[in-house]
């Protein structure tokens, strides 16, 4: 009769009681006591060292290969997750020529983002609007020249960043404005010095003064009475 080789464990029942004695005794009160900083990162590199290989000589081949994989998928998803949270950021900046009136961005659901300030979005920015606060602007810039922006890294082919200015009602010319690209697509903008140019929307089907930028992490300046 054939005798089957034994089966070697998928999970090693050993081999995370040996992880758990390696990081207790990593954790162990022997780096609690007075030492200065320098002292305590030197000892604990030594014993962090020793008994890294003590653990690892102790497996047999499948086990290291087991705990070599699960190290690496763990390097590999904090990496990713570090990729991430730094992959995308956007600055709008103001410029205000005219003397007078607060420069207010506003993001969805009616967040207060600057009040002339810088300001970053760590990741997308959609659908913000800014314009001069006079004493005449409602909160959404009701009365007054309005910027609209959204800022996103591209995804697909045309699906990066769009900017405009709006003189739809109840939106009205109140100061020049304009803004720029920056960081990207340099020089890519518009300017409205008048109730009619022709740099803003002023009906819905306007589409052609929108301006759009393909670059990753494009920023915008914001100009008032340029």
């Known amino acids: 009769m054939l005798q089957c080789a034994p089966r070697v464990s998928a999970t090693p029942p050993n081999l995370f009681h040996k992880a758990q004695l390696l990081s207790s005794h990593l954790v162990s009160p022997t780096f609690k006591k007075g030492h200065g900083a320098f002292e305590d990162l030197t000892l604990f590199s030594k014993f962090s060292t020793r008994k890294f290989t003590s653990f690892t000589s102790s497996l047999t081949f499948h ?33 205000n020529n005219c003397g007078y009136g607060t420069p207010m961005l506003i993001g969805q659901g009616g967040v207060v983002l600057s009040t002339g300030e810088a300001y970053t979005s760590n990741g997308r920015l959609l659908a913000a609007i800014a314009y001069l606060q006079t004493g005449s602007c409602g909160f959404n810039g009701e009365n007054c020249t309005l910027v609209e922006t959204t800022l996103v890294n591209p995804t697909s082919p045309g699906s990066g960043s769009s900017s405009d200015l709006s003189l739809i009602p109840p939106h009205a010319f109140s100061v020049a404005a304009g803004f720029e690209y920056l960081g990207g697509c340099a020089g890519a903008g518009v300017d409205c010095n008048n109730a009619n140019c022709n740099t803003a929307f002023h009906n819905p089907d306007d589409n052609g003064v929108i301006v759009t930028c393909q670059n990753d992490n494009v920023n915008l300046g914001i100009t008032f009475c340029s």
Not at 64 to 92: C, D, P, R, W, Y
């Open 63 to 95: 086990q290291f290969e087991m705990f070599s994989s699960i190290k690496f998928a763990a390097l590999v998803a904090i990496a990713f997750a570090a990729g991430q949270a730094l992959a995308e950021n956007h600055t709008v900046s103001f410029t």
